[in-house]
């Protein structure tokens, strides 16, 4: 490629950097700024003094720390569960031969096409009936068992489909069960399609929205999203300063973890992403 | 002698319909039974303070077409629709070919568009709600170049565009990730022939790259499409579905109906409606697969 090719490609790549970097800058250095500046027009890009009231406050103002391990605890919970589901479900219907697999496959499958969103409205009434609203049970089950899970089924046959036959007759031939082949052999070799489920399982649990703001009341069942959107002041404008630090509380952890293993992040979801 | 009844394909058949048994008794109960139930409620008029539930057969669905908010609730889910998933795709497929040039950096550019996709949504939303204010960074940034900005989430026109634009910049990573993929899987001799045949570098993508990679187009346009379909925590914590009705996408709507204004059995003839256009959307896109998706079989 020339010289001015190159140019040319870096330049459009840094324009369009803009507006995925900045708001994550923003948010974070706004988060550190007294409330004064963060109102500051024309804003400044760097905080002229650090403070870390907004913090302080997201502590005070809502059981912050109890709605943050609400939120780790049903993410770990969910995407453990959506594994277990999802690699047996996915294992059986690529492996097992069974009487009735290619339709209770397809069946299972049109869960895909069934958004939870169509379904939110008995799900609620259902939820109520067995008095589990304002639980979190709605927000564990539903996922693990539900339409969510379907996709994760569907990536984990696909990755046990390509797997080769002889891997398991050499464990047959050594007597080991249906049980046992899977757990000791397939599951196993199984573990880039299994850490791809794991986070954007976690992912979507970590980001559910409607879901809490419909099953949950009280403060200290709230999940982080819907706390985030709760610091708001007596007429319901929102408290910027303090969203923007609580914003920050929630959106670090992960970014860091995915700046750290970006590369198993984005290959891993891309390759089962092509598979399928 | 007695042959054992436990035989080889027996407790194969067994073991399959264990293994599947969590995932086929979860979908039953939380995929199917809820689905048929939206249907039934929507026949029904459901007052939740009387608690009265009648049948009303389908006085739903004539209130459905009496609504007079319909025709703005289905053009701004038409509206968002088309514009994120022409603008993702486009985009998508922009950076894609951009970061398969192997130059040096692509490997940071590559983190830096995906980043988003990993930030917790609502936050996300939260700081963009922040930057869009009438004098937020947005047109802080603006005024310094000397262009005087909008109020991008209180007007009309630029509120749709505002939500659009956030969404996109969220997810466009994933589908950029899988567009890489795929360009990455496209053999080079296809592009030195084409090059031997003296095709342009336009030529090229049109007529290798585009049908090369037409298999994982056709998937994520399918997920992009049923997923803004889903849209809700962005316009909820953005506009309201405001100014006006403007950006009252449809799940917004039978959000309102449902939850803050408890017509239950008129949110479920909502979802119904929902339901309809996702598997419509879905149902079309596959039977286009034939005419434009290359199989190398």
């Not at chain 1, 997201?58 to 690699?87: D, H």
């Not at chain 1, 031939?173 to 794991?198: H, S, T």
């Not at chain 2, 592009?191 to 790259?209: I, P």
């Amino acid at each position: 490629m020339s010289r001015r090719a190159k140019t040319a490609v870096y330049g459009v790549l840094c324009l369009l950097a803009l507006p995925f970097l900045f708001p994550t800058w923003w948010m974070l250095t706004s988060s550190v700024k007294p409330v004064n500046e963060v109102f500051a027009f024309p804003p400044t890009l760097w905080p002229d003094t650090f403070s870390l009231d907004a913090y302080r406050e997201a502590f005070t103002l809502q059981p912050f720390a109890r709605q943050y391990f609400n939120s780790m605890y049903i993410a770990a919970l969910v995407t453990v569960g959506t594994l277990a589901v999802s690699a047996m479900a996915g294992y059986a219907f690529a492996r097992i031969r069974f009487r009735g697999a290619n339709v209770l496959f397809l069946v299972v499958l049109t869960g895909l096409l069934i958004p939870s969103e169509v379904t939110i409205v008995p799900l609620f009434q259902m939820f109520h009936g067995w008095g589990m609203v304002d639980t979190h049970w709605p927000l564990i089950l539903v996922p693990v068992l539900g339409a969510p899970s379907v996709l994760a089924t569907f990536i984990m046959r696909q990755f046990f489909l390509a797997l080769p036959y002889e891997l398991e007759e050499a464990g047959r031939v050594d007597g080991l069960g249906r049980f046992a082949l899977f757990r000791r052999i397939a599951l196993p070799l199984a573990r880039p399609a299994l850490g791809a489920v794991a986070i954007f399982t976690f992912l979507h649990s970590w980001n559910l929205y409607l879901e809490p703001i419909v099953f949950l009341s009280s403060a200290e069942k709230f999940t982080l999203p819907q706390a985030l959107t709760q610091f708001v002041d007596a007429y319901g404008g929102p408290m910027w300063d303090v969203q923007l630090s609580a914003a920050s509380m929630t959106a670090l952890p992960v970014l860091a973890v995915f700046v750290i293993a970006q590369r198993q992040f984005i290959e891993g979801l891309a390759h089962t992403g092509v598979k399928g | 002698m007695k042959r054992p009844f436990w035989t080889g394909s027996r407790r194969d058949h067994l073991a399959g319909y264990l293994f599947i048994a969590p995932q086929l008794i979860g979908s039953v109960l939380f995929v199917f039974t809820p689905l048929a139930l939206t249907a039934w409620y929507s026949l029904h008029e459901w007052n939740v303070l009387a608690d009265t539930f009648t049948f009303t057969g389908t006085d739903n669905y004539q209130a459905l077409l009496d609504d007079p908010r319909l025709g703005d609730v289905l053009a701004a889910t038409g509206l968002f629709s088309v514009g994120l998933v022409v603008l993702n795709l486009t985009l998508a497929l922009l950076l894609a070919v951009l970061l398969n040039q192997r130059l040096r950096g692509t490997t940071f550019f590559r983190t830096v568009f995906f980043s988003p996709v990993v930030v917790s949504l609502v936050a996300w939303t939260i700081v963009w709600g922040f930057l869009l204010q009438d004098d937020g960074g947005v047109n802080g940034l603006l005024k310094a170049v000397g262009v005087d900005g909008p109020n991008w989430l209180r007007e009309g026109g630029t509120a749709m565009v505002s939500v659009i634009v956030v969404q996109v910049v969220k997810n466009v990573g994933l589908n950029m990730v899988l567009f890489l993929a795929a360009l990455q899987g496209v053999p080079g001799s296809l592009y030195e022939a084409a090059t031997v045949d003296g095709a342009s570098r336009w030529r090229q993508f049109r007529s290798v790259t585009v049908p090369m990679i037409s298999p994982t187009i056709l998937l994520t346009s399918i997920i992009t499409v049923v997923g803004s379909l889903q849209v809700f925590a962005q316009i909820a914590v953005l506009t309201q579905g405001g100014p006006g009705t403007s950006t009252t996408v449809l799940v917004y709507y039978l959000y309102q109906q449902a939850f803050q204004f408890h017509h239950f059995g008129y949110g479920a003839t909502l979802s119904v409606l929902l339901f309809a256009i996702v598997l419509l959307l879905t149902v079309a896109q596959w039977r286009m697969r034939r005419k434009w998706v290359f199989h190398e079989s």
